[in-house]
């Protein structure tokens, strides 16, 4: 795969980037557009607020959810721009983590939303139109963990939470989404499916999907030399939820950082976009000229690092990146 060519664009504060039906907005700017023909895009409405600085889109792009990072406030809104309603989280440690949300589909069709409006630790799937809480129960009594950098599979079928526990620690952990809209008490634990406590000497840096496999990179620090070494410092490693093994794993010279799927591969957003083949984990192009940040772990002091700077569309074979005064839109062959 490579570069074809790239457009760039004068876009100064732009910093909350999504594509939607082909085209790139900065939602909080008031779903700013900016054309790729050289036209002057425009704002439908005004700005929503500095607070605001990312972005989720649902998986059929009807749902736009824009977050304060290290805060406690969130709005879901249409794709038309209309706000359908606010969302938030819990006060505890909020401005020390990224804020954990995740736009899926459900099982019925509907568009759904996982997050954790009332505890830290505690994952709820709502449907986003009405609010309506699919997970409630009395019986609930979720593990001690800060949920963070949600993310659904394609399928609808998996949840991962790279988040961290005290002491701080970044660990990863995955659940059977459709599982517990039956058991709601399986989102309680430290991965129904993937627990990593027992596999990782480093922290994890950053995770994401291709398909229903999980892919994961650890940070540089080798916290636990003395842990098992499944998984050192700097490796990119792909595991699949059907076979429960590794399918490859990659010692690299420094850390992927954040992770992002992209036209079927995967996007590593540690200091500057680096894209890697999905099968194999081999590096296939990196860009070196643009800059993503330097975070690696759910715990940030710049909230926009890594994911908050760079929008894929899932549709074409194209990424854009900010750097708050200007856009990079590179096109993929």
């Known amino acids: 795969m490579r570069e074809v060519h790239r457009d760039v664009i004068a876009a100064a504060g732009a910093k909350t980037l999504a594509w939607i039906d082909g085209t790139l907005y900065d939602v909080a700017a008031g779903w700013r557009s900016f054309p790729l023909d050289g036209s002057a895009g425009k704002a439908r409405f005004s700005g929503y607020g500095e607070q605001f600085d990312a972005v989720t889109v649902s998986p059929g792009d009807d749902v736009v959810a824009l977050v ?127 627990d990593l406590r027992g596999l990782v000497q480093a922290e994890v840096a950053g995770a994401c999907f291709l398909d229903d496999d999980v892919v994961v990179s650890t940070s540089e620090e080798e916290n636990d030399p003395e842990g098992p070494d499944d998984l050192g410092p700097n490796m990119l490693v792909r595991w699949s939820p059907v076979t429960r093994t590794f399918t490859w794993r990659r010692q690299l010279d420094a850390t992927p950082g954040d992770l992002v799927a992209m036209a079927g591969d995967i996007l590593a957003l540690h200091g500057h976009p680096r894209l890697y083949d999905a099968v194999t984990g081999d590096l296939v192009a990196e860009w070196p000229d643009l800059s993503t940040g330097n975070a690696m772990s759910a715990i940030v002091r710049d909230a926009v690092t890594g994911p908050a700077r760079v929008a894929v569309d899932r549709a074409n074979r194209r990424f854009a990146v900010t750097d708050g005064e200007r856009i990079t839109v590179v096109h993929l062959g």
């Open 68 to 194: 304060a990072s290290t805060g406690t406030k969130g709005l879901l809104l249409a794709a038309d721009g209309s706000r359908i309603r606010e969302v938030n989280r819990s006060f505890y440690r909020a401005s020390n983590y990224r804020y954990p949300l995740a736009l899926c589909t459900l099982p019925d069709g509907r568009t759904g939303v996982v997050h954790c409006p009332d505890e830290y630790n505690r994952l709820e799937v709502e449907v986003v139109e009405t609010g309506e809480r699919l997970t409630a129960g009395a019986d609930r009594d979720p593990v001690d963990f800060f949920h963070s950098r949600l993310a659904v599979s394609p399928s609808g079928r998996y949840l991962l939470s790279a988040g961290w526990v005290w002491h701080p620690w970044d660990s990863l952990y995955v659940y059977d989404l459709a599982g517990a809209l039956a058991d709601p008490a399986a989102l309680d634990s430290f991965g129904d499916v993937f």
